[in-house]
T-cell receptor, first 112, second 116 residues
């Protein structure tokens, strides 16, 4: 079974802090994704990566950056957290052109 | 740009009754279509997907979906729901082209409540 793990289930940070969300997959997948999930808006793509050190912006990249130094790990970085970044963050991975994304359990981030 | 609409935000259904969740999409060509389920406190799990071919697609947990090109719809159905089907369901569309592979557009979701 594919396993996608996220470093924290719940996280509380203060405004202005730098926040790292980590995601690790164990299936040697090429593609990895970061989404945020908000009620009534579904999932919105923040960034995705199709290879080590490669990244592309999704629909809502502002205020976020990402890092992919190893194939199995994809990090989401909030350089200076703000209250409007309070949300559920979901990571996913996918084999190249398989069109089947596997999701982690999510990190619920609260910024106060 | 592609878009996905799930007209029903919330549906309540009795255990044992049938369930149908609606999904409409907007896309110029034949899209790749997906249904995901999110149980409370968990990530999303793929129920089924449609790429081409037979327009009636079978998935896991007894779900099926039908692609209707003329209506731009991909509705999800289950003949008899179980209490464990209470969850949020998301429809998603992908372009399937080489410059947009893997990128999915999700609907806002439909919350399903199952009553005894």
């Amino acid at each position: 079974d594919v396993k996608v793990t996220q470093s924290s289930r719940y996280l509380v940070k203060r405004t202005g802090e730098k926040v790292f969300l980590e995601c690790v997959q164990d299936m040697d997948h090429e593609n990895m994704f970061w989404y945020r999930q908000d009620p009534g808006l579904g999932l919105r793509l923040i960034y995705f990566s199709y290879d080590v050190k490669m990244k592309e912006k999704g629909d809502i990249p502002e205020g976020y950056s990402v890092s992919r130094e190893k194939k199995e790990r994809f990090s989401l970085i909030l350089e200076s957290a703000s209250t409007n970044q309070t949300s559920m963050y979901l990571c996913a991975s996918e084999g190249a052109r398989s069109y089947e994304q596997y999701f982690g359990p999510g990190t619920r981030l609260t910024v106060t | 740009a592609q878009s996905v609409t799930q007209p029903d935000i919330h549906i309540t259904v009795s255990e044992g009754a049938s369930l149908e969740l609606r999904c409409n999409y907007s896309y110029g060509a034949t899209p790749y279509l997906f249904w995901y389920v999110q149980s409370p406190g968990q990530g999303l799990q793929l129920l089924l997907k449609y790429f081409s071919g037979d327009t009636l697609v079978q998935g896991i947990k007894g779900f099926e979906a039908e692609f209707k090109r003329s209506q731009s719809s991909f509705n999800l159905r289950k003949p008899s729901v179980h209490w464990s089907d209470a969850a949020e369901y998301f429809c998603a569309v992908g372009a399937g082209t080489t410059d947009s592979w893997g990128k999915l557009q999700f609907g806002a979701g439909t919350q399903v409540v199952v009553t005894p």
